[in-house]
């Protein structure tokens, strides 16, 4: 059946109403409502349009712009695809030793830290076993300078997270 002979049965270029028009298409007269209350379709518009509009609406769904909800699936799609690109990207970096979990290093950099502070401890002990020439007021200084880098060291706070790599991250 050709657009001749439909409209020998319909004129198409009337308007028609929602009960009939969501008949025409096999939808109920609720759904048309929805579409008109959406300005998918135009109230008093002809059949005709209505039938552009809705095959129009139609296939954009099909092609995943358009969705009845909130979700624009094309914007789903590519917002999964590229969270999965950040997870594979994060897997390989933990596989190449580039990133690990922040707890670890911690605990390796505590273990670091101690074994430092006793090499530093022992530092004075090494000197005076070495040196007759230094007096305890000589060890006394080297032993002060060692303490006070020892607590330069145990002051320091590392940022683990400093706010350029964030801002970085979100552009």
Same mark, same amino acid.
């Given at each position: 059946m050709n657009v001749v002979d439909i409209n020998r049965v319909i004129d198409i270029s009337k308007p028609a109403t929602q009960d009939k028009f969501g008949? %025409?298409?096999? +939808?109920?007269?609720? *759904? +048309? !409502?929805g579409l008109v209350s959406k300005n998918i379709l135009l109230a008093d518009d002809s059949l005709e349009n209505w039938l552009i509009k809705y095959c129009e609406h139609i296939r954009e769904q099909a092609a995943g712009r358009a969705t009845n909800g909130d979700l624009d699936l094309a914007t789903e799609r590519a917002g999964l695809a590229r969270e999965q690109r950040l997870r594979l990207e994060m897997q390989n970096a933990v596989t190449r030793r580039e990133y690990g979990p922040i707890i670890e290093m911690e605990l390796g950099l505590a273990d670091v830290l101690a074994m430092v502070s006793a090499k530093l401890d022992a530092i004075v002990g090494k000197i005076k076993k070495r040196s007759d020439a230094l007096t305890a $007021? =000589? %060890? $006394? &200084? &080297? !032993? *002060? +300078?060692? !303490? =006070? &880098?020892?607590n330069d060291v145990a002051d320091t706070v590392i940022e683990w997270f400093d706010e350029d790599s964030e801002e970085d991250d979100e552009t």
């Open positions: 008949g %025409l298409i096999g +939808v109920s007269q609720k *759904t +048309v !409502s $007021d =000589d %060890l $006394d &200084v &080297v !032993s *002060t +300078v060692i !303490s =006070d &880098v020892r």
